[in-house]
């Protein structure tokens, strides 16, 4: 399964199942997570590939945010709020979209 900074995902399993990320990284086959909340950038959410869905969402501008250094964790709140609000039923899908959705 192919993840990209910036690509929204879901837990599978764990405590956190259900819970709604943005891919911040990787480590190995591990996907570093950030919410914006409970896991910011500068504590990531470490988690095995293999249990997370992808949704075909990719922000590229919370990418190119990243890359440059001046994302934040407030970027990643509002981010993931407005493309839920949006988009209430988002079907999970390996298939990548790209997203106008701007950082905040």
């Given at each position: 399964?192919?993840?990209?900074?910036?690509?929204?995902?879901?837990?599978l399993?764990?405590?956190?199942?259900?819970?709604?990320?943005?891919?911040?990284?990787?480590?190995?086959?591990?996907?570093?997570?950030?919410?914006?909340?409970?896991?910011?950038?500068?504590?990531?959410?470490?988690?095995?590939?293999k249990?997370?869905?992808?949704?075909?969402?990719?922000?590229?501008?919370i990418?190119?945010?990243?890359?440059?250094?001046?994302?934040?964790?407030?970027?990643?709140?509002?981010?993931?709020?407005?493309?839920?609000?949006?988009?209430?039923?988002?079907?999970?899908?390996?298939?990548?979209?790209?997203?106008?959705?701007?950082?905040?």
């Open positions: 399964m192919d993840l990209e900074v910036g690509q929204l995902v879901k837990s399993s764990g405590r956190d199942t259900g819970k709604i990320y943005l891919v911040t990284g990787f480590k190995d086959n591990w996907a570093l997570l950030a919410d914006g909340r409970t896991r910011t950038l500068k504590k990531p959410k470490l988690k095995n590939r249990h997370l869905q992808p949704y075909r969402l990719v922000m590229h501008e990418k190119e945010r990243f890359r440059q250094g001046t994302l934040d964790d407030t970027a990643i709140r509002n981010s993931i709020r407005a493309v839920l609000m949006e988009n209430e039923a988002i079907d999970p899908s390996p298939c990548l979209e790209s997203s106008s959705i701007n950082g905040g």
